[in-house]
């Protein structure tokens, strides 16, 4: 059977359904006014339709980010722990940098106040160009 075959079936046992629910509803309660129910069963259906669709999607998306997962985490935890490994590398080039900026200046305080002073006169006039 054809797709349009199928959907001409569907469409037709939509209908059959509307007119058998429009019939009942009109038994139940003769005082109303004959209800006209198929927009509101066709809307309906094309909501369950989009929201089945939506499902599909939401489905093959969780499927794709469960399989890709681990391989992340492993990459995560590899990242995180070369930069915990630069941060300690760090640490120890600026120790080291105050640990010479200390002993230069004990050992030769006339020396290092005038780079001190020529230092903080190139800041200002980065500040005021």
Do not use: C, W
Not at 37 to 64: G, N
Not at 108 to 126: G, N, R, T
């Amino acid at each position: 059977m054809s797709t349009d075959t199928a959907a001409d079936a569907s469409a037709a046992e939509g209908s059959q359904t509307t007119t058998r629910t429009n019939t009942a509803l009109s038994a139940a309660m003769p005082g109303l006014p004959a209800l006209d129910l198929s927009k509101t069963l066709d809307s309906q259906r094309e909501q369950v339709e989009i929201y089945r669709q939506l499902l599909e999607i939401l489905a093959h998306s969780e499927q794709a980010s469960a399989a890709i997962f681990p391989e992340l985490s492993k990459s995560l935890v590899a990242h995180i722990d070369t930069l915990s490994k630069l941060k300690e590398d760090l640490h120890g080039v600026f120790s080291r940098i105050r640990a010479l900026k200390t002993h230069y200046q004990s050992e030769y305080p006339d020396a290092f106040d005038y780079v001190q002073s020529l230092h903080v006169k190139e800041l200002d006039d980065e500040d005021d160009g």
